[in-house]
Every structure is written in C-alpha cells, then in structure tokens.
C-alpha cells in the first residue's frame, strides 16, 4: 500500500452524483478524489438512464435540487459551449380515471403553490398537445413544459472533463474497504490499493451505497431495484414531452416514454413487484409487456421497431426520496445517494447542493427544507410521483 495522499474531500461513485459534486467542489478550491471500482466514469446506473429531468416532484427538496438541476442543464450550452442534447419537451401526466386525475389535480395545486410551471390540461386539450395518444377514456393530464431531457452520457462526459480541468483526480478500478475516523469524525479512506486521509467523504455510490456505508456501522435503507429500458427506431416528430401512463398493468405499475430530438422513442416501466438485486442482464420478459403498454398508450407506434433494450438498477429508499446530508454521528460523513432512478436529474442539484453544505452558505430555507432527506427521517412521507 503507497503511503497516505492528503485531499480535502473523497467522492465514492464516478456517476450522476459523483462527478458533478466533484466539479463544484474542486471548482470551489478544495481537493478532490473519486474513486470508484469500475473503469471510467458513468459506468455504472448513469450509463442505464433514460435523460429525463423533471421538478415536478412532491417533496420540497426534491423540487429546489431538481430546479437547480434544470437551470444548470438548460444553461449548459451557453455556459460551458458543450451540446448536452438538452430539450424541454416536458412532463405530462396522463390521466384514465377520476382517482388518478383527482390526484394529479391536487399535486398539482400543491406544486403551483411552490410556483413550479404547471398545469392540468382536460382531454381535449391534451389531445392537441399529443395528437396521437389513445384518446379512449382519457380525461386529461398534466403539463410541466420547462421540464427535459438531455443525454446522461455527454453531461457525465463534460461533468468530469470540467472536475479535471478545476484539479479533482479520479482514481478507477479502486475500491473503498475502509473509513478512517478519529474523535467522531472522518479522517481517511483505506482502498484495495492505498489510503488516504480526508476532512469530508461522500457516499454517492447509488446502488452500492449500502456497501459503503456498511463500513462505518451503516444499515442504510438503500436497495438496488433493477429496471428495463428500450429505445425504437427514428420515426418523424410525432409528440414533445414526456408521457407518464400511471396505469397498473401485469408487471408494472407504470409506464413511461418520450421521442428523442433524433425521432427515437424512448421507453421504461416500473416493475411490479420490485427486483431487488444488481442485476443489470437484459431479459426476454421485458419488452412483450413493455411493447403492449406503448401501444396501448399511442397506438399508432404499433408497427414502430425496437432497436434496443437494456437494464439497470434504482437506487431506492423506502419513500422514494433520496438521502442527502452529513451523517449526525459521523462529521465529515455525507450521504448523496438513494435517489430512486432519479438519480441523474437530480445529480447536478446535489451536487451543487454539497457544495454550499460543506462550504457553510446554505440559507436557512435551505437547511430546513433539506432536513426532509436525512438518513435519520422517519421515512413516513413517500413521493407521490415516482
């Protein structure tokens, strides 16, 4: 084992939390490791997500980092001068019944009220809004247009070129075995390779997290959750935003799909029940299931070809909220992690989020509203839109 490296904060996880927080930070002048157990950044769940970035979430916390999430990334062209393929096409939420719409509505009324752009749409408007969504029994949806997409891919790329260039380092095929503490706080990082010492560790490892944290005494209520995504052939411009069909079917809960600015339709379902497991394998069930929900929903794609499936894994918590913040009996400990398969709209937020964190400049409307996400809550609160 080389001898001790000093940095001033270590990231576990080179993905969609990871990479970000290390840019902030190293951009705001502190010295920065990743580590991670995989051969280059992106390799684990960021690499399996769809791109979708939304705030219209129903957890205060969620909504401030996944707006902060969208300004960066609608911004990033100009800021940075790098294609991200950022699009806001938009959320929609479609609605079949009365529970469902009457749920929605007072979502929605909640999510006016913290100013967030939305609205119900009855059917016919939805209608001119999506022209090819299955008309029969709909009564309507919502919309949040400044809502998007972007490719998880090229902002992991430009995130970690960025986080180089400001001076983070990035250690690959290492593994973190050890947290060093002294005095109730952290100290250092032991690897399969080296050791290290250290004023701040972030656990942003997502579906492995539990493993990290294990390391120091942790049962963190993270669970891998595996799921399936596909993407079709490129059809000519038929919709904008992101459908999300809330129906429970045979193997789902829901279904979710938006057109790619290439004309490629993109697909996910939420599996029901869950697959726990890392497991990351394609399977055959997926796509019979997956295709009959797409048609259902828009028709006309029933002719569409599919060009690929694949699969990944959720990091998920037990309400579908992730886990944010400096652990009480641990200092320098900081989770960034559990975010449910949302892990790359909400990456950038949080990432910007620790930054003011270890820095000390979070406001106190901040603080509080991040006190929802802290590994000791009560877990009682589930996100009503997952």
């Known amino acids: 084992m080389t ?97 469902t719409k009457q749920d929605l509505l007072d979502i929605v009324h909640f999510q006016q009220s913290l100013n967030l752009n939305i609205q119900w749409l009855e059917r016919d408007d939805m209608i001119a ?54 005095g109730g706080r952290v100290e250092g990082v032991i690897t399969d390779k080296a050791k290290y010492s250290c004023s701040y560790f972030i656990d942003a490892a ?43 079917r045979p193997g789902s809960s829901n279904f979710y799909f938006y057109q790619h600015p290439s004309g490629k339709i993109v697909f996910c379902v939420t599996p029901e029940p869950s697959i726990y ?14 295709a009959q929900r797409l048609i259902e929903t828009m028709p006309r794609l029933a002719n569409i070809r599919v060009r690929r499936t694949w699969r990944g894994t959720y990091p998920m918590t037990p309400d579908g909220n992730p886990i944010f913040g400096e652990f009480p009996g641990l200092k320098g400990f900081i989770h960034a992690t559990g975010t449910c398969g949302q892990g790359f709209m909400l990456g950038p937020g949080i990432g910007w989020y620790i930054k003011k964190l270890i820095t000390n400049t979070l406001s106190d409307d901040e603080r509080a509203s991040m006190e ?10 589930a996100e009503k839109l997952m």
């Open 372 to 381: 929802s996400l802290r590994l000791d809550r009560d877990y009682s609160e």
């Open 129 to 182: 809004l999506v022209p090819d969504i299955n008309p029969d029994g709909l009564i309507g949806g919502t919309i949040a247009p400044e809502d998007g997409h972007a490719s998880p891919l090229k902002v992991n790329y430009s995130y970690h070129r960025l986080a180089v260039q400001a001076g983070a380092k990035f250690h690959f095929k290492e593994k973190v075995t050890g947290i060093i503490q002294n």
């Open 3 to 99: 001898n001790t490296q000093n940095f001033d904060v270590i990231i576990a996880g080179a993905g969609s939390i990871g990479v970000p927080s290390a840019y902030y930070l190293a951009d705001a002048g502190f010295s920065v490791l990743v580590i991670d157990p995989l051969a280059s950044n992106g390799q684990g769940s960021n690499k399996h997500a769809i791109g979708g970035v939304r705030a219209t979430h129903t957890n205060l916390a969620k909504i401030k980092i996944s707006r902060k999430s969208i300004e960066i990334l609608s911004n990033w062209e100009a800021e940075h001068g790098e294609d991200i393929e950022w699009h806001s096409g938009g959320y929609s939420f479609v609605a079949y019944d009365e529970p």
């Open 277 to 290: 497991g890392h497991f990351d394998d394609d399977t055959s069930d997926f796509l019979p299931y997956a």
């Open 206 to 248: 997502g579906s492995w997290s539990a493993e990290i944290s294990k390391l120091i005494g942790i049962d963190l209520k993270v669970k891998p959750d595996a799921h399936q995504g596909g993407i079709t052939e490129a059809v000519a411009p038929m919709f904008d935003p992101m459908i999300i069909d809330l129906r429970p």
